[in-house]
């Protein structure tokens, strides 16, 4: 398993992901989770887990308490349903991210809903801000002795099929400009997105779509300090350093990219296309 450096590009392949589960379950993951521990790989920045699942018909996750955490999860395809603690639920399906913010503290379970297979994307990120709790101390968020807490938040974004860019998830303070993208489901990491890139295949004669040049070239994506990026679909290649002199690299389904300080170029989509997740994060993990 690779790990993350200081610097440079670190490029993990689909195989090369820790895998766990359970009957019905199928998972990998991206860093240190579960029976699974290295020192070396427990986060990327402020980003702390990255898991593919796949969940059978009537599989899922028995319910489990969060805190301080902030979890995406974004549907590649079937149907998944969540339940939490606050009262939330519903069916999450390709196209939607959700957003839930643990706060100080919150149960959910999650299911698949259909009779296919319903495979996800679920992201970690360390908050950074929290909103002061309902004081008293009978309330079940009411702060306590090791927390900052704060309320349980729920959020959602869907995103058109024909859309090739949107922000699905953002702090309050992006460094892009005043307050959080249009659209975009509220973060507690002040300076973190959460960015969908797409690009449809080429077409059948080998030439790009009406005023797409090609190669399919990525320049809507963005720049920070740590940028993590996972391939969701198709194939994305790029020049990087990842040890051995600059090469240009494929990255298929699986594959993920973890680029410090933008020490990457021309990244551009294959000619079947490429659906990108990439996180944007200008600061580290908060310690202590």
Same mark, same amino acid.
Do not use: K
């Given at each position: 398993?690779?790990?993350?450096?200081?610097?440079?590009?670190?490029?993990?392949?689909?195989?090369?992901?820790?895998?766990?589960?359970?009957?019905?379950?199928?998972?990998?993951?991206?860093?240190?989770?579960?029976?699974?521990?290295?020192?070396?790989?427990?986060?990327?920045?402020?980003?702390?887990?990255?898991?593919?699942?796949?969940?059978?018909?009537?599989?899922?996750?028995?319910?489990?308490?969060?805190?301080?955490?902030?979890?995406?999860?974004?549907?590649?395809?079937?149907?998944?349903?969540?339940?939490?603690?606050?009262?939330?639920?519903?069916?999450?399906?390709?196209?939607?991210?959700?957003?839930?913010?643990?706060?100080?503290?919150?149960?959910?379970?999650?299911?698949?809903?259909?009779?296919?297979?319903?495979?996800?994307?679920?992201?970690?990120?360390?908050?950074?801000?929290?909103?002061?709790?309902?004081?008293?101390?009978?309330?079940?968020?009411?702060?306590?002795?090791?927390?900052?807490?704060?309320?349980?938040?729920?959020?959602?974004?869907?995103?058109?099929?024909?859309?090739?860019?949107?922000?699905?998830?953002?702090?309050?303070?992006?460094?892009?400009?005043?307050?959080?993208? %249009?659209?975009?489901?509220?973060?507690?990491?002040?300076?973190?997105?959460?960015?969908?890139?797409?690009?449809?295949?080429?077409?059948?004669?080998?030439?790009?779509?009406?005023?797409?040049?090609?190669?399919?070239?990525?320049?809507?994506?963005?720049?920070?300090?740590?940028?993590?990026?996972?391939?969701?679909?198709?194939?994305?290649?790029?020049?990087?350093?990842?040890?051995?002199?600059?090469?240009?690299?494929?990255?298929?389904?699986?594959?993920?990219?973890?680029?410090?300080?933008?020490?990457?170029?021309?990244?551009?989509?294959?000619?079947?296309?490429?659906?990108?997740?990439?996180?944007?994060?200008? %600061?580290?993990?908060?310690?202590?």
């Amino acid at each position: 398993m690779t790990v993350p450096v200081p610097t440079g590009v670190v490029l993990t392949r689909a195989e090369q992901r820790y895998t766990g589960g359970e009957p019905g379950i199928e998972s990998r993951y991206a860093f240190s989770f579960g029976d699974h521990y290295d020192p070396r790989n427990i986060h990327f920045g402020p980003l702390l887990a990255v898991n593919e699942e796949r969940l059978e018909p009537g599989a899922g996750f028995a319910p489990h308490r969060h805190r301080d955490t902030e979890i995406v999860t974004w549907v590649l395809e079937g149907a998944l349903e969540h339940r939490d603690s606050e009262g939330n639920q519903g069916v999450l399906r390709p196209g939607t991210a959700q957003v839930m913010s643990a706060g100080a503290g919150v149960e959910h379970t999650e299911r698949n809903a259909g009779p296919t297979p319903v495979r996800f994307v679920q992201t970690w990120l360390q908050p950074d801000a929290w909103e002061p709790p309902p004081a008293g101390a009978d309330h079940p968020h009411a702060p306590g002795p090791d927390a900052p807490g704060g309320v349980p938040r729920y959020a959602r974004r869907t995103v058109p099929p024909e859309l090739r860019h949107a922000v699905l998830a953002a702090g309050p303070e992006p460094p892009a400009g005043p307050g959080p993208p %249009s659209g975009a489901a509220p973060l507690r990491r002040r300076d973190a997105e959460l960015h969908l890139v797409r690009r449809a295949a080429l077409d059948t004669d080998g030439a790009s779509e009406p005023g797409e040049p090609g190669p399919q070239e990525l320049t809507e994506l963005p720049r920070a300090p740590f940028l993590y990026v996972h391939v969701v679909r198709g194939e994305l290649r790029c020049a990087a350093d990842t040890g051995r002199g600059e090469t240009d690299h494929r990255l298929l389904p699986g594959d993920a990219l973890r680029v410090r300080d933008n020490a990457w170029a021309r990244p551009r989509a294959g000619e079947h296309g490429v659906e990108l997740l990439v996180w944007a994060m200008h %600061s580290d993990l908060r310690r202590g």
